[in-house]
C-alpha cells in the first residue's frame, strides 16, 4: 500500500476491487466482504467503528493466502447482545451467508 495516496483514493480503490453483499439476520441488514482463497477462513470481526473496510490493509496483505469474511456491523444492532446474536446465527450456522463459504 502507497503511503504517498491519499487515504480516500484508497478506499475507493478497495471497494471498487472488493465487492461487498447483503443479508439479513433477525432483521438486522449485514454489510459483508468475503473475498481471498485458501482453505483455511479467517473472520475480522471490526471495532467501535463497525466499518469493516479499516481492515482493508490487512485484507488486501492476506487474500492471496487466506479467505476472509467480514462486516459492517448493522445498525438495528443496538446492544452487544442484537450483535453477537447475529453473528452467531450468520457465521456459526451459516444461515445469511452462502454455507458454501462458510469454514466448516
Known sequence: MDIST?????????????QYQEATVNGA???????????TTLIFLVGVMGLSYLYMPYIKALESDYRILTFD???ECTDNRKLA?????SVFDG?????DH???
Open 95 to 99: 444461515r445469511a451467508f452462502r454455507k
Open 73 to 75: 456491523y448493522p445498525y
Open 29 to 39: 441488514h449485514f454489510h459483508y466482504l468475503l473475498c481471498g482463497q485458501g482453505s
Open 85 to 89: 446474536d447475529g453473528i452467531s446465527v
Open 6 to 18: 491519499p487515504y480516500e483514493e484508497l478506499v475507493k480503490d478497495f471497494l471498487n476491487e472488493h
Open 102 to 104: 462458510i469454514p466448516a
